[in-house]
């Protein structure tokens, strides 16, 4: 959804205008979790999302600030994305959504071991990985 456009004032509906569909939180999940940070790597999650909808998505975050695209150091047809700071700040976001999941659904052994450890210090946790997540997209920048 373009910057410009929303529903109404509640912090709610206006953070779902941004972020609200499932493609956009998995894409974001990738940049933050999954090491992808091209169109092909994203087309490539497990979930199979369509190529229009991905450029839909990514340009709808970008617009919203909450991923900005550069040239990739490898190559000129290819695209880099990665997460603004406002999209890192969505990490306290989706590690509660990973903990409601895990509470309710089964889930791969590896991933409860990290919500189990994300849970003992919420903000020692997400203040780590925020931490980590600013390096990369830095190192990114530099790198490009």
């Not at 790597?41 to 600030?65: M, P, Q, V, W």
């Not at 290819?78 to 590690?95: A, E, F, N, S, W």
């Not at 089964?106 to 780590?128: N, R, S």
Request: positive net charge; aromatic residues 8%; glycine residues 6%.
């Amino acid at each position: 959804m373009e910057a410009s456009k929303k529903r109404s004032d509640c912090p709610l509906g206006i953070s779902l205008d941004v972020f609200g569909d499932k493609w956009s939180l998995l894409i974001i999940r990738d940049l933050m979790f999954g090491n992808k940070c091209t169109y092909n790597d994203f087309l490539k999650s497990g979930e199979g999302i369509a190529t229009n909808i991905l450029a839909s998505r990514l340009k709808g975050l970008e617009e919203n600030g909450v991923i900005e695209k550069s040239e990739h150091p490898d190559s000129k047809a290819k695209i880099l994305y990665r997460l603004t700071p406002k999209g890192i700040d969505l990490l306290p976001v989706l590690m509660e959504v990973y903990i409601w999941s895990e509470k309710y659904y089964e889930i791969p052994t590896d991933l409860k071991a990290t919500i189990k450890e994300a849970k003992k210090d919420k903000d020692k946790f997400a203040k780590q990985v925020m931490k980590e997540l600013k390096i990369k997209m830095t190192d990114k920048k530099s790198s490009s």
